[in-house]
C-alpha cells in the first residue's frame, strides 16, 4: 500500500499560496489553506481564482475535494503539521520588507513543538534564525519560490531547483518537506536558513543584473551602431553566460524584482556593506524606463498635447499583474512632459484605470492607436505582433512605433511605412 501523503497547510492564499496549494494537491495531498479574507474564502471555495495565471483556475478546479479553503487557523493547526508561509512581505517606505503578517502567523503557531514553518515569503536573511530564537519549539524551515508570473504551474511542477534551509533541530521536518517534493524530480539543496534566505534574494538581484546590463548595453549600441538582439545571440551561446535574461527592453518590474532588489540593498546596507553594484542595477533600471520618452521626443519634439498609445500596461505578458510595470511610470512621465495617454491590455485593462490617473484606457489595440502621434510597444503580448500594420499607420496621426520590447517585427512594421524604433537597435 502506498504511504499515506502527508497534509499541508497553506498560510495566505495569495498567488504563492494558491499555486502551492493546488500543485501539493494535485500532488496528492490534503491541503488547508487560510486566508485572513473572508470573501476570498468563500470564492475560493466555490472554485473561482480571483488572479489571472494560465492553468491555475484548471487545477483548483480539479483538485477541489482536496484543498479546504478556510479563514480558521485553528483548523489548519489541527489538521497539517507543515505550515507553509506565503504571507506577503511588502516594502516599507525605507525599503525594508514588512514583516508584520510573518510575525502574525509565527505568533498564531505559538510554542507548538508538532508544527513546523515552511516559509515561502521572501524574507530578509536572518529572518529564520530571529524567528527560531523566539520560538525554539516550532520546527522552521526555509524554502524559497523561484515562480514566474505566467508559468508559476510548470515552474512548480517541474522546478530547476528545490531550495531547503533548515538548522540541526529542524532537521526532521526538513525532510517532511524534502519528501513533499521528490516525486517532482528536481535537485534539491539542503543548505542552512540564512543561506537558503539568500539564495533567493541573490538569484533575483542577479537575474536583474543580467536585464539591467544588457540594456546598458543596449544603450551604448543605440550610441554606437550595433543592434543589441544580434550582441545578447553572440553573447548568450556562451554557456558561461546562457541566453536566458538578455532581452533588452524598458526595464524590469513585477512583484518580485523591484522589492528583493530594494530587499537585498537595504539588507546590506543595514549590516554595514554598500551594496554598490546592486544599487546601480536599481537605478539603471529607473532610467531605462524614462527613455522612452527621449525617443518620442526625438521624433515628435514637445510632448505637449501629443497623444500617445500605450500597448500593454502588465508588467509582462501572461500576467495581469501591474505592480511595479512601466506602464506606470512611463505613463507619469509621458503626463509630465505634456502628452495625452491612452493604453490598452488584453488582460490586465479592467483593473488598471485606478492606477494610471488621467490615462484614457481602451477596450483595443486599434481604438488606442486611432488618431495617435506615437504607439509605444510597453509589453510583449503576441496579438501586438499579428497588428495590421498597415491599418494601425492609416489610423495614426503621427506613424510612428517605439518597439520598448525589441518585440515586432521591424521589417514588417517598416514594410507598412512606418517609422520604428527599438531598444539598443540603431
Ligand atoms: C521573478 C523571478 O523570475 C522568479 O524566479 C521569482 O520567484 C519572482 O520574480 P516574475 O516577477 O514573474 O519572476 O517575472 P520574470 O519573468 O522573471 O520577469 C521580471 C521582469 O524582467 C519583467 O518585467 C520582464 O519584462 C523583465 N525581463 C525579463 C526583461 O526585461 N528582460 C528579460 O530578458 C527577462
Not at 499541508?8 to 492564499?13: D, E, K, M, Y
Not at 524567528?131 to 520546527?139: D, E, V
Not at 527613455?291 to 521626443?297: C, H, I, N, T
Not at 483595443?364 to 501586438?384: Q, Y
Amino acid at each position: 500500500m502506498p504511504a499515506e501523503k502527508e497534509p499541508v497547510g497553506v498560510i495566505g492564499v495569495g498567488w504563492v499560496g494558491l499555486v502551492t496549494a493546488a500543485c501539493f494537491a494535485e500532488l496528492g495531498h490534503e491541503i488547508v489553506a487560510r486566508d485572513i479574507l473572508p470573501e476570498k474564502v468563500e470564492s475560493l471555495s466555490r472554485g473561482e481564482v480571483p488572479i489571472y495565471e494560465p492553468g491555475l483556475p484548471e487545477l483548483v478546479e480539479k483538485n477541489r475535494e482536496r484543498i479546504t479553503f478556510t479563514t480558521d487557523m485553528a483548523e489548519v493547526l489541527d489538521r497539517t503539521r507543515l505550515l507553509f508561509c506565503c504571507v506577503d512581505t511588502p516594502p516599507t517606505y525605507s525599503g525594508d520588507a514588512d514583516l508584520s503578517r510573518v510575525e502574525t502567523v509565527v505568533d498564531e503557531i505559538g510554542d507548538s513543538t508538532e508544527h513546523a514553518i515552511v516559509m515561502k515569503s521572501t524574507v530578509p536573511v536572518g529572518t529564520g534564525r530571529s524567528i527560531n530564537r523566539r520560538r525554539p519549539g516550532i520546527g522552521y524551515a526555509s524554502n524559497p519560490e523561484f515562480l514566474k508570473e505566467g508559468s508559476a504551474v510548470a515552474d512548480f511542477m517541474k522546478p530547476d531547483r528545490v531550495v531547503i534551509g533548515a538548522e540541526q533541530s529542524s532537521a526532521a521536518f526538513a525532510e517532511r518537506v524534502a519528501a513533499l517534493y521528490e516525486p517532482l524530480d528536481g535537485p534539491i539543496v539542503h543548505t542552512d536558513v540564512a543561506s537558503a534566505e539568500m539564495v533567493k534574494l541573490a538569484s533575483n538581484a542577479f537575474l536583474a543584473t543580467k536585464i539591467s546590463f544588457i540594456n546598458e548595453i543596449a544603450n551604448v549600441c543605440e550610441q554606437v551602431g550595433a543592434d543589441v538582439t544580434e550582441v545578447a545571440r553572440g553573447m548568450g551561446l556562451d554557456e558561461r553566460i546562457g541566453p536566458q535574461f538578455l532581452r533588452a527592453g524598458i526595464g524590469w518590474g513585477g512583484s518580485c524584482f523591484p522589492k528583493d532588489t530594494l530587499a537585498l540593498k537595504q539588507l546590506a546596507g543595514n549590516s554595514g556593506y554598500h551594496f554598490q553594484l546592486l544599487s546601480a542595477v536599481i537605478e539603471v533600471n529607473e532610467l531605462q524606463k524614462r527613455r522612452v520618452v527621449s525617443k518620442l521626443q526625438k521624433h515628435l519634439g514637445s510632448l505637449v498635447g501629443k497623444e500617445i498609445a500605450l500597448l500593454g500596461i502588465a508588467f509582462k505578458p501572461n500576467t495581469d499583474d501591474i505592480r511595479e510595470a512601466t506602464s506606470l511610470v512611463l505613463a507619469a512621465r509621458l503626463h509630465g512632459e505634456g502628452a495625452n495617454v491612452r493604453a490598452y491590455d488584453p488582460v490586465a485593462s479592467a483593473h488598471a484605470a485606478e492606477h494610471l490617473p488621467g490615462t484614457t484606457i481602451c477596450d483595443s489595440a486599434m481604438e488606442a492607436v486611432a488618431g495617435a502621434d506615437g504607439v509605444v510597444i510597453v509589453t510583449e503580448w503576441p496579438e501586438f505582433r499579428e497588428l495590421d500594420w498597415s491599418a494601425v499607420k492609416d489610423s495614426l496621426s503621427t506613424p510612428l512605433v517605439v518597439d520598448g520590447r525589441n518585440f515586432l517585427d521591424r521589417d514588417a512594421v517598416a514594410a507598412a511605412g512606418l517609422t520604428y524604433e527599438g531598444v539598443g537597435r540603431s
